[in-house]
């Protein structure tokens, strides 16, 4: 029996929850020889759908696919992804910029988390989660952090914090919401161990298809050799990005 063994794959986890949010996915592919990234966005309403992944110089951002309907930037416009020497920052707001800002400052992925916030967006208070995935063969783990509403009102932030030895076909996955409601309940317990396929291709084609075809917006999957330091990238937009009139 292998050590995957009766464990879901990525996109099994991933199709489970018809509106799981935003949701990252950080390990290692079948062989072990690539660190895996895999980020993705949904959204119910007109400004959330309003999305685009556009990836320039090893950094992941998102952009307003129209931008004359933009109605509030603050929350959805912002770097998913930085890298950081050896390490991949990856999270689904501007903590991003939080993680790294605090790493030029020899601080930590924990450090940094501790200065922010879940979302305040009421009444859902969507939950900041963040990840650190290591891009070369070493004993640096794998790190996960989420911040969330504590009570119902928002006035208590919970911060939790996990760490995973880096193993061959071995990914976690962490999500925003529990589930589809009018309020959306924030995710709970420990992110899932899931397993992930070989190449970056097989990963995007099986998430983006297990997503809810309804509400998935943007995908981004990352797949960097642990030896030579080659990526490859794949990005799935729903939406094309309009371009502004002359």
């Known amino acids: 029996m292998t050590e995957n063994a009766g464990r879901r794959s990525a996109a099994e986890a991933v199709g489970a929850v018809d509106y799981p949010g935003r949701g990252l996915i950080l390990g290692l592919n079948a062989s072990g020889s690539c660190a895996a990234a895999v980020y993705f966005i949904m959204g119910r309403s007109e400004n959330s759908r309003n999305r685009v992944f556009v990836s320039e110089n090893e950094t992941l951002r998102t952009e307003a696919a129209d931008p004359s309907k933009v109605s509030d930037p603050s929350l959805i416009i912002y770097r998913a992804v930085r890298r950081w020497q050896d390490l991949l920052i990856v999270t689904n707001g501007d903590q991003t910029d939080t993680i790294y800002d605090m790493f030029t400052r020899d ?49 208590r932030c919970a911060r939790q914090f996990f760490e995973y030895a880096p193993a061959p076909g071995q990914a976690w996955y962490l999500h925003t919401y529990r ?14 161990a899931v397993s992930l396929p070989e190449t970056a291709d097989e990963a995007a ?38 371009e502004p009139h002359a």
């Open 107 to 155: 601080g930590t992925f924990a450090e940094a988390l501790r200065t922010r916030s879940f979302e305040p967006d009421a009444p859902h208070f969507t939950p900041r989660i963040s990840g650190l995935l290591p891009l070369k063969d070493g004993k640096e783990p794998i790190r996960l952090g989420i911040l969330k509403a504590q009570d119902a009102g928002g006035n």
């Open 179 to 192: 589930e589809n409601g009018a309020v959306l309940p924030p995710f709970s317990g420990e992110p899932e």
């Open 205 to 242: 084609d099986m998430i983006w298809q297990a997503l809810d075809p309804d509400n998935r917006i943007s995908l981004y999957v990352r797949y960097t050799d642990r030896r030579t330091g080659e990526t490859r990238e794949r990005i799935v937009n729903r939406f094309a990005k309009e």
